[in-house]
């Protein structure tokens, strides 16, 4: 089966500053990355997708690059405010609509 | 819509009591998935259905565990009996199926402590 890793598992950025997270996947049928976001309490909810025919995607202050041949994918965050800290999960999907999970980036953004 | 819908929002039970856990998914969402996740795991996919059919419950740790989705807009998540280890949150989610529908929407989540 499909396996995501995550790096790094914590990262504390100034406000104003960007945010990096990082991601692997183990199966080359993967074609859909998504990034979730979940904040303290609350359900993860879908913040960018990207799929594999296409290398960056950005939205406002997010994007996210894919590389397919390396099979990696990684979130940048420019700009970071308060409401930016949050647990970030990168996920991996083909076909079958089934989502392999990162373990999870804590964000803290400083004041 | 009122996005997913789980029941309940928590639940504190003895070891050794049945838990059910219910969701209705999204009208329209052809794909209903279950998830649980810990600190020490994350989350992880438990069982998904598309079209009310398990599809893999690959992930459903034990025989304890058991899910149903008898309609379209409603399922069950079912642990008998339960332990302490099952305490999790455990997150329902749905997926419409076509292009460019590949987003889940998760639910609020049931916060599970089995004492």
């Known amino acids: 089966g499909e396996n995501v890793e995550q790096h790094p598992s914590t990262l504390s950025v100034q406000e104003g500053d960007s945010a990096v997270i990082k991601c692997t996947y183990s199966d080359s049928a993967s ?8 904040e303290l309490g609350k359900r993860p909810q879908l913040i960018i997708d990207i799929r594999s025919n296409v290398g960056e995607k950005k939205d406002q202050r997010i994007a996210v690059t894919l590389n397919k041949t390396a099979k990696h994918f990684s979130l940048h965050i420019t700009e970071t405010q308060p409401e930016d800290s949050a647990v970030y999960f990168c996920a991996a999907c083909s076909n079958d609509y089934k989502l392999s999970f990162g373990a999870g980036t804590t964000v803290t953004v400083r004041a | 819509d009122a996005g997913v819908i789980q029941s309940p929002r928590h639940e504190v039970t003895e070891m050794g009591q049945e838990v059910t856990l219910r969701c209705k998914p999204i009208s329209g969402h052809d794909y209903l998935f279950w998830y649980r996740q810990t600190m020490m795991r994350g989350l992880e996919l438990l069982i998904y259905f ?51 529908s590949r987003e889940q929407f998760f639910g609020p989540g049931t916060r599970l402590t089995v004492l």
Do not use: H
């Open chain 1, 31 to 38: 074609n859909y990355f998504p990034w979730y976001k979940q």
């Open chain 2, 50 to 100: 598309n079209n009310n059919v398990p599809i893999d419950d690959s992930g459903m740790p034990e025989d304890r565990f058991s899910a149903k989705m008898p309609n379209a807009s409603f399922s069950t998540l079912k642990i008998q009996p339960s332990e302490p280890r099952d305490s999790a949150v455990y997150f329902c989610a749905s997926n419409p199926t076509g292009v460019g």
